[in-house]
């Protein structure tokens, strides 16, 4: 929430539209994967290795995917673009895509 503030009002007046726009993909991917993280949290207890898996995938997926699309935008917009924070974000996107694919096998392996 804070970072779409951000976004919205002090970045506003320095960053591009594409700019704007690669922001605010990093806000909603850190939101929706919060909520993950959250719903995770009251509905498993974190006992198997791929429950803390799952966790931890998200968790660096969150770090590396959004936090490096913020550095990359306001780098960017302060012409000292950080290229080496490029390759750091389909990282990051493969950790929540791990980590997706761990939440779908505990579901499936829940004990009935």
Known sequence: ???GAFGAHALKKILSEDQLKSFETGVKYQM??????LV???????ETVAEKYMVYSFMAGILLFSFSIYGLVISS??????RFLGPITPLGGLLLVIGWGLLFYSILNLPK
């Open 32 to 37: 929706y994967h919060a909520i993950v993280l």
């Open 77 to 82: 917009a302060k012409n000292k673009k950080l």
């Open 40 to 46: 995770v949290g009251f509905n498993f207890n974190l």
């Open 1 to 3: 929430v804070v970072f």
